[in-house]
């Protein structure tokens, strides 16, 4: 037994000095993009590549390619409320699913237009947290500050 706590305290302090270097990697990299208003996500694409991310600000979404050197920005819609909260579809790398009001919207990347709404009244009051399941496609939970996990 003694043998299992000291590979487990191993495991958990290589965990802990890959989750510092991480973070001190982050803190020197400079800034790939620069937004004028508040941003609520930033998310990785899940293509694999790392070359492009999204963000949510106020209203609006917006993917960013970074296989330019330079951030380049495409809007691809304002939803009818703040967006307080978004996930990528692990399935898929054209789908984001977001939070806004009370309700889900799932965006079309391939789209340049507005979100479609999935369910306006998913939550009484806001909901704050999406995620997609990442072992099942077509598959996501929200959250609200109804304390209801949907």
Do not use: F, Y
Not at 71 to 94: L, M, V
């Amino acid at each position: 037994m003694a043998a299992a706590r000291a590979a487990r305290a191993a495991a958990d302090a290589a965990a802990a000095a890959g989750a510092l270097q991480a973070a001190e990697s982050v803190a020197a990299l400079p800034p790939a993009a620069k937004v004028a208003g508040h941003l609520e996500s930033v998310l990785w694409s899940p293509d694999q590549t790392g070359l492009s991310l999204a963000t949510t600000e106020e209203e609006c979404l917006s993917v960013w390619s970074l296989d330019k050197g330079d951030a380049q920005c495409t809007t691809k819609g304002r939803a009818t409320a703040a967006i307080t909260a978004a996930c990528w579809d692990p399935h898929s790398a054209d789908r984001l699913l977001s939070c806004s009001g009370g309700g889900l919207h799932s965006w079309d990347l391939r789209a340049a237009d507005a979100p479609t709404v999935l369910t306006a009244s998913a939550h009484a009051g806001a909901a704050h947290a999406v995620d997609c399941n990442p072992n099942k496609a077509h598959q996501a939970l929200t959250a609200g500050v109804d304390g209801l996990i949907k």
